[in-house]
């Protein structure tokens, strides 16, 4: 065991992530709630989860369905009320897991009372809660474009200034200069850990240093603007480490940044143990793979090479000194098993591939909702039938730029959202038995035959494949702190690698293709302890996963 890697709770459990909108409903108005996420306590509990990362529920427009808070004190009436939240919280803690709250301080709602205040003249006293400025040349500040397509800036007539929104025209920037904005949100976070919540999801946190000369980029492709103009502001570190003197430290927490921005070169900068700052992030280099230069939806090829290659680049940097999640999807990104595994004739097996490949990697695994499912992206015919607003602006900048319905359509079918946001596929009931009245968005048609009963009725499936992985993970800290190395492969379909430390030792084989592969390595002195299939030769068939140990 390297003795330099600091022990922590965060880092021996799993997260798992609720989209609270999509999870279960439990008064039948179609969106998912708290009371239908108590409901499903046991469920988390048995499939052995430590750690639930709660997306907003706090008061909403819900023009980016909750990351557009309007009262960060209250629970927006469609998921329930405070004292629903308070259940939920005893129901987690007295099932011996944690919960964490997804905070959004880069942006409030433009339905915020602070931005109804600041909107009204130059001059009141929450003006500067927000980035106001002059246009110039009739247009406006700068070219700073907006992450949901279109200028990041928006013109306010009753003042003639622009307000910046780096998100949509209703998720205003606020603003961290003003030493006002600071203690609300230090007052905010209080508030939640008073209630005895156990730590953060801070949303696009490297984005709330602003760089004060606003000036024009000349940088073409968004995730370099994203990175080098957007994230990484001048006072970022200065503010999150204000946060965690004044707050986070005075708890028994865990936080994980968002890291939109974050490079390998920055990242032991928000996480190292020496800095005081973040206990880990959510990196999204792997994420923003195959993100051309106009986004998401102007697609450029990447493979597995490129995914191995961050993988890499990532336990270098970190070292001892600073951690990270180990995660394929989120609610903001197709679902894993149809983008890094094969959601057809291997879906079952592409999974569990990719189950071992994150709960056996160095970092906190971070499992989102339905992936313990074999969950799979969407395909509906009509773009009418999506709700994501990233999705609907950027169906109009496109189509305006000369792309087709048809074109873009399956654009949105590989990489929107809303991929990750069809409802929970609980049983094979009517809307997959995630509610009784019309869902908020149509359910994946495959509800039918995927879904939690058929799981939890099937010793083999993908659900209890994750237990039993989470259930090795608590027993062999090796698999968490153990160094890691990759072991060089000829062929380009297997990703092999070692994790090991002064007590043991295991070697990892994942076959991410369709092809059977012949491996060529001597593994006399260790032991087949689990694999998704069940004959074993010197073969690994497609989407083939497996973990030896050695003989101690
Ligand atoms: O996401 C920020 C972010 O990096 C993603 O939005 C990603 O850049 C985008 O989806 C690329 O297509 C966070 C939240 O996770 C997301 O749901 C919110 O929409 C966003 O911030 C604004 O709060």
Known sequence: MSQAIQRKWWKEEVIYQIYPRSYKDSTGDGIGDIQGIISKLDYIKELGIDIIWLSPVYQSPNDDNGYDISDYYDI???????????????????????LIMDVVFNHSSDEHEWFEKSKQSTDNDYRDYYIWKKGVNGGPPNNWRSFFGGSAWEYDNTTDEYFLHLFTKKQ???????????????????????????????DVIPLISKR?????????????????????GPKVHEYINDMCEKVLKHYDIMTVGEGPGITKDTGLDYVGHD??????????????????????????????????????????AMGDSGWISI?????????????????????EQSAKMLAILIMTMRGTPCI??????????????NISDYRDVETHNYHKEFISRGVSD????????????DNARTPIQWNSDINAGFSAGKPWIIANPNYKTIHAQECLDNKDSIFYFYKNLMDLRKQEKTL??????????ESQDLYVYRRWDDCDSFYILLNHSDHHHIYNLDLSEHNLILSNNSEHTDILIPWEGRIYKRIN
């Open 76 to 98: 927006h009436p469609e998921f329930g009320t405070m004292a629903d939240f308070d259940q939920l919280l005893n129901g987690v803690h007295d099932r011996g897991m944690r």
């Open 172 to 202: 205003p920037d606020l603003n961290w200069e003003n030493p006002k904005v600071v203690k609300e949100v230090h007052d905010i976070t209080r508030f939640w850990l008073d209630k005895g919540i156990d730590g953060f999801r801070m």
């Open 212 to 232: 004060l000369d606003f000036a024009d980029t000349d940088l073409e492709a968004f995730n370099d603007i994203v990175t080098h103009v957007y994230s990484n």
């Open 275 to 316: 800095r005081g700052e973040l206990s880990m992030i959510f990196h999204l280099d792997h994420m923003f793979l195959g993100h051309g230069p106009l986004g998401k939806f102007d697609p450029v090829p990447y493979g597995w090479p490129e995914v191995k290659q961050i993988f890499q680049d990532w336990y270098d």
């Open 327 to 347: 995660f394929l999807d989120n609610h903001d990104f197709p679902r894993m098993v149809s983008r890094f595994g094969n959601d057809t004739i291997y879906r």
């Open 368 to 381: 989102y909702q339905g992936t313990e499912l074999g969950m799979t992206n969407v395909q509906f015919d």
């Open 406 to 417: 048809a074109d873009f359509l399956s654009r949105v079918h590989e990489h929107g959202r």
């Open 480 to 489: 968490v702190y153990g160094e890691w190395q990759v072991i060089e492969q």
